[in-house]
């Protein structure tokens, strides 16, 4: 998975601010197309012996391949919320014998839910998963007896893909974050310099008497009207000076708005967004490190 190049990024700005916006899918994008009816890959004849660990608790920093089968969303995920993902690839032990097979159900909850807030701060989002419930056509071929209980396990988000427009980040204990490009304080900058080019006529109109007139400022005019409202801004303010000017400080006070003011992104995931998780429960800092002294110094 890669996001959109320079030029990609170039070529939508440019649709932006056309006010004809075409529809179209981008090179590399993914569908999820459910199977009206399984299809057959064959049969495969195994031993007892391959059975004998499924179904175990997997080793600690083990990572299975998921996809979720519960939307999430910062902005509506409430605490305690039920979240549920099925193992996309199956599980392996050390030695080669299956652990977790495909279609495995690992149910959660949200631990942590926090809105984007004011300013470009970003949603939070941490969830987990406590119990692994195997498909009922697999667990009856274990050699044992099925366990009476789902089997109760520790495993937290090691990596995933957004589905929003916020790039995410997901840090060492499972929390995901909407994170901002520090880039974003770019646009006002420019579009400052977009806005006092704009306003060069008013500014020479006492000055220059004779060519401030209908056909003055031409370019300052149409950056203005273009940053205010694209090519269409552009031509409009071709009437009057204080038309572009208007259009452009429009833009400038919308592009300090949308850059340093707004709330900041959410951090979504779609149904059946693929994600990592991670076997093992990490201790708190305070846990690791008492560990550790109890290692060195002994009990």
């Known amino acids: 998975m890669r996001g959109p190049n320079k030029k990609e990024?170039?070529?939508?700005?440019l649709w932006s601010k056309l006010p004809y916006h075409p529809q179209y899918v981008r090179r590399g994008t993914r569908f999820d197309a459910p199977l009206?009816?399984?299809?057959?890959?064959?049969f495969e004849s195994l031993q007892q012996g391959d059975l004998a660990e499924i179904g175990s608790q997997p080793p600690p920093d083990s990572v299975v391949r998921a996809r979720l089968l519960t939307a999430l969303n910062s902005a509506s995920a409430k605490q305690g919320e039920a979240v549920q993902a099925v193992v996309a690839a199956p599980l392996f032990s050390a030695n080669h014998k299956l652990l977790l097979p495909e279609g495995a159900r690992l149910v959660g909850t949200v631990v942590v839910a926090a809105k984007a807030r004011s300013f470009h701060r970003g949603g939070q989002l941490r969830f987990n998963f406590q119990r692994v419930d195997l498909p009922p056509e697999v667990a009856n071929l274990r050699p044992a007896a099925p366990r009476a209980e789902p089997m109760k396990t520790q495993a937290t988000l090691a990596g995933a893909e957004g589905n929003g427009p916020a790039p995410i980040k997901v840090d060492s204990e499972g929390g995901v974050q909407a994170k901002e490009s520090k880039t974003r304080f770019i646009a006002p900058v420019i579009s400052l310099m977009l806005a006092r080019r704009a306003a060069d006529s008013d500014a020479e109109r006492?000055?220059?008497?004779?060519?401030?007139?209908g056909d003055a400022n031409i370019s300052g005019r149409t950056l203005g009207g273009g940053l205010g409202l694209g090519m269409l801004g552009a031509a409009v303010s071709q009437s009057s000076p204080y038309v572009g000017m208007a259009f452009g400080y429009y833009g400038l006070a919308w592009s300090v708005y949308s850059s340093v003011i707004a709330r900041g992104g959410e951090v979504q995931f779609g149904q059946n967004a693929m994600m990592e998780i991670k076997f093992g429960a990490r201790m708190p800092p305070q846990a690791s490190k008492?560990?550790?002294?109890?290692?060195?110094t002994g009990p």
């Open 290 to 296: 008492l560990r550790a002294v109890v290692e060195r």
């Open 9 to 13: 990024k170039l070529i939508d700005l």
């Open 36 to 42: 009206r009816d399984p299809l057959q890959f064959g």
């Open 206 to 213: 006492h000055h220059l008497a004779s060519a401030t007139g």
